[in-house]
Every structure is written in C-alpha cells, then in structure tokens.
C-alpha cells in the first residue's frame, strides 16, 4: 500500500478570477486544469510549500493565505490529500513557468474546464462562495 500524498494547491484570486494551470499530459491527471501547488515537503508547512510551488510553477510571490478546504481523494492509482489555500495576497504577473499553459478564468467560464474528479467539492465551494 503506499502513502497519501500531501498536496499545497492555491486557489489564487485576483478580482473576480481564478489562476488555472493546465497539467503536461505526461503527469498523473495530465490534461487536466488544475488549481496550481504540488507535493508539500518533509519538514516544510502547507503554507511554505505552497509559497514554493507557486513560485517554481506560476511565478508569484505570495504573502500569505488562508485554509480554505482540505480533500481526501483515492484515485485508482495515487491517494491524495488535497490542502487548499485561498491566495489573495500576491505579487507578480503569472507565468507558466514550466512550460504549461495558464489562465485567469472567471466563476462563468470556469464550468468549461475539465478537472481531476478530486476538485468537484473545490468547484462546488468556491462557485458558492465567490459568484
Ligand atoms: N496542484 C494540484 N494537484 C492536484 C489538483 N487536483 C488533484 O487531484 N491534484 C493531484 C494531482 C497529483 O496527483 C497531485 C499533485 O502532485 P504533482 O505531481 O503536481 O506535484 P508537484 O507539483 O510537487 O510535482 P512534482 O514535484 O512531482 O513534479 O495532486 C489540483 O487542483 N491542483
Ligand atoms: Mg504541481
């Protein structure tokens, strides 16, 4: 059996937009939007690997954030623990940084992208919260 693995993942806000980045085909759930983040660490906190994945993946410095929501998924192949933070408090114009492509998509458009099968509760809060 292998472990649960613990993922940062930023809901990035700016106005009434959200930052999506699109996954390389080659990764588990590639081809898929997601809300940027990755792997959080040995030793780092949820909000320091966030600061670093989101440096590493889409070029932001972020100030600070706030949980927002915490998944447990089980995909055939990978169990993940999804630990979303809200990222209001940013600086920087974003990039796809490692070659993915991004966008800043607003509550309307954001029915049309497609997402791992763990998001659906994200989608759900955050249309609830923020439209
Ligand atoms: N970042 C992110 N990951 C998600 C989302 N939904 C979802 O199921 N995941 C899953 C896909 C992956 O199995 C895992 C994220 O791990 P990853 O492989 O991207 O991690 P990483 O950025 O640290 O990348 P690497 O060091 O392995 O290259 O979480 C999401 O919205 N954002
Ligand atoms: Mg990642």
């Known amino acids: 059996m292998t472990k649960r693995v613990h993922v940062a993942v930023g809901i990035i806000k700016k106005g009434a937009s959200i930052l999506l980045a699109k996954r ?7 081809g898929k939007w997601e809300f ?14 966030l600061k670093r994945e989101l440096r590493e ?3 932001l410095t972020i100030h600070s954030s706030l949980p ?17 933070h809200l990222v209001e408090d940013f600086s920087g114009d974003a990039v796809g940084a490692e070659g993915q492509q ?12 497609q997402f791992p099968d763990a998001n659906q509760p994200i989608l759900d809060k955050v249309i609830k919260d923020f439209a």
């Not at 983040?37 to 949820?46: D, R, Y």
């Not at 991004?102 to 992208?113: A, C, D, M, P, S």
């Open 68 to 84: 927002y929501m915490e998944i447990s998924h089980d995909y055939p192949d990978k169990q993940v623990l999804l630990d979303i």
């Open 24 to 30: 390389h085909g080659h990764l588990h759930q590639g």
């Open 57 to 59: 993946e889409v070029g």
């Open 36 to 49: 940027p983040g990755g792997k959080v660490e040995a030793g780092e906190t949820t909000s320091d690997a």
């Open 102 to 113: 991004i966008e800043w998509v607003t509550l309307q458009e954001i029915g049309q992208y």
